[in-house]
């Protein structure tokens, strides 16, 4: 039984403590008149995840209330308040009636069960439970309270307000309106005698039992998903690079899961369109490039090739919700028309150069082409110095550059060609790249230099410190680490570097073996990001070698950039400003003076 239920009985309880008066003589005549039944419709859930158990917030917050008022002139006059089944689902149901409020201070009873003399309230029985769920009854009777004294009955309006509420312990038969029939009956009599004939008086009430919301199958637009990504079940939005045009080839992968305002499955129509290559397959269904279908919950989706190659959108709509998503997916042809190479690390190191080149390859329609792509020496000679002349397959093809990146092994230091295919063997090539020529270099530091990436900056600006090794003839060396390259304290600096700025405290030197301004990293070399000051004026970088290198490179190196001043600009701007305006006024005179003297000349 719910809280509300035992609030209900604590309330009869109360109503019970009022007493029964003694009954006195009344007058000879007695009537009950103006029988008044006012209903309120009540309305309760299901239970969550239940199609059979009512909500446990019943009663007076989701049960029907029932009003009950009348006019006494007798002692003897009562009514008693009974309710019936009348429709099929209240029929199978268990509902119960208690007292929740008397709506007058005339209201000295309400008895339960059964009418055996003249006066209904008082043959109903004198027990205190005023709830039918607990009684097992479906009967109660009322009557008018005695007066302050207790010898004399009082008359005039009597009334109570009762809850009709289904039973939240025993099943229900489903959600729907459930309707019973309230039914008052009124009996007028003199003490003594036998009650006048009944007179019923009846009003129909209806709970309305609907599903939980947590069971609801409405699809609500707020916790209803779409994601495209990999193939398989997609949690979240990701990337799909271009797929291979070849039939059957998995592209990309959708999830659209529909659901209710709990987050829970729902269920809407839905209708998915493909335009251009590629067919949709979801469950056992395959093939589809236009269809409309009801779906529950979660549904995986694949996007397949067909054989074409080109841009493929795709389109999925939901009815009820509104919701529309439409995402787009490449097909390249197998084989590509063109292949650009790019060297990407200027110096090899003796060993994996993960980044050697980067490659740019097309199909025949311009689209991007993103299968595999091999790297091979060109000749035997080359293929001493790095690679092999075996072509090698490349990295995978990334989305967000749009760039191939390949793998070379360097040998023996010098120089080697290099050239990128589309098949894993030279005969099978489709298209061939450019050549290339990559440097194989030993990793052996002999100095070091430090520099900023540009001579002058704004106060606060944003700089890039890169301190580089180099070989003997002063090129630049491959990726490596320098131990002890640089004297303790590292990199110092002449003045109070912005706030932000790295610290460039470190010793050892670890380059990388390529550029990439969006990583901050410039090939060959170490970078610190750091902050200029919020002042002009010159900053001095110094450092000294240290024993990582040969003794010609323990020297101290140094780089020099310049801050400029607002003010002093401002002022230098003024200054020049006030030395052309006076060299404009000397000029003035003496062309004035010059005229001076013509005019005379002329007037002579």
Request: charged share 10%; aromatic share 6%.
């Amino acid at each position: 039984m719910s809280t509300t239920t035992n609030f209900k009985r604590v309330a009869l309880v109360a109503v019970a403590a009022l007493g029964f008066g003694v009954l006195s003589a009344i007058p000879s005549s007695a009537a009950v008149s103006s029988i008044a039944i006012d209903v309120t419709n009540g309305a309760t859930p299901l239970a969550v995840g239940s199609t059979t158990s009512v909500n446990s917030d019943t009663g007076t917050g989701t049960g029907a209330t029932v009003s009950i008022s009348y006019l006494t002139t007798n002692a003897s006059d009562s009514v008693t308040v009974a309710f019936y089944n009348k429709n099929a689902l209240a029929t199978g149901s268990k509902a119960y009636l208690a007292l929740v409020e008397t709506t007058t201070s005339n209201l000295s009873r309400v008895l339960d069960n059964g009418l055996t003399s003249n006066n209904a309230a008082t043959a109903v029985g004198g027990g205190a439970t005023f709830d039918s769920s607990l009684a097992g009854i479906t009967t109660f009777g009322m009557k008018a309270s005695t007066n302050a004294n207790g010898t004399s009955p009082t008359t005039g309006s009597v009334g109570a307000t009762f809850a009709l509420f289904l039973d939240t312990r025993s099943a229900v038969t489903s959600a729907g309106t459930y309707t019973y029939t309230v039914v008052v009956t009124t009996y007028s009599a003199t003490p003594g005698t036998s009650p006048l004939p009944a007179v019923e008086t009846s009003k129909d009430v209806s709970i309305v039992v609907s599903a939980s919301t947590a069971s609801t199958t409405v699809p609500s637009a707020v916790t209803t998903t779409f994601y495209m990504g990999a193939v398989g079940t997609v949690s979240a939005e990701a990337a799909v690079t271009p797929k291979v045009a070849t039939t059957g080839t998995d592209a990309a992968g959708f999830t659209l899961d529909i659901n209710n305002a709990s987050g829970n499955d729902a269920l809407d129509t839905v209708t998915v369109t493909v335009t251009g290559p590629g067919t949709l397959g979801y469950g056992a269904v395959v093939g589809v490039r236009s269809s409309s279908f009801a779906q529950t919950g979660s549904v995986d989706f694949t996007l397949k090739a067909d054989g074409t190659a080109g841009v493929s959108t795709v389109t999925f709509k939901t009815t009820l919700t509104g919701l529309s998503w439409t995402r787009t997916v490449s097909f390249y042809s197998a084989k590509a028309a063109s292949i650009a190479t790019v060297v990407v690390t200027p110096a090899l190191a003796v060993g994996t150069n993960d980044r050697a080149v980067s490659i740019t390859a097309k199909d025949a329609l311009g689209a991007a082409w993103s299968g595999t792509a091999y790297i091979y020496a060109s000749s035997a000679a080359d293929a001493l110095i790095a690679g092999s002349e075996t072509p090698s397959a490349c990295g995978s093809y990334s989305a967000t550059t749009g760039l191939i990146y390949c793998s070379v092994s360097g040998k023996l230091a010098g120089t080697a060609k290099f050239k990128v295919i589309d098949a894993a063997t030279v005969a099978a090539a489709n298209a061939t790249s450019n050549e290339v020529t990559l440097t194989v270099k030993p990793a052996t530091a002999n100095s070091v230099k430090i520099a900023f990436d540009k001579a002058t900056y704004a106060p606060g600006e944003k700089a890039l410190v890169t301190v580089t090794p180099l070989a003997a003839d002063g090129t630049n060396l491959p990726a490596t680490t320098v131990t002890n390259a640089l004297a303790s304290g590292g990199i110092k600096s002449s003045v109070q570097l912005g706030s932000g700025s790295a610290s460039m405290e470190s010793v050892t030197i670890a380059t990388s073996g390529y550029s990439s301004s969006t990583s901050n990293l410039v090939a060959g070399g170490m970078t610190y990001v750091v902050y200029m000051p919020s002042v002009g004026g010159t900053v001095k970088l110094t450092a000294t070698g240290s024993t990582g290198l040969p003794i010609a490179g323990q020297v101290e190196v140094s780089a020099t950039a310049t801050v400029t001043d607002n003010a002093a600009a401002a002022l230098a701007a003024v200054t020049a400003l006030a030395t052309t305006v006076a060299s404009l006024k000397t000029l003035i005179t003496t062309l004035t003076n010059l005229v001076l003297k013509i005019q005379k000349k002329v007037k002579a």
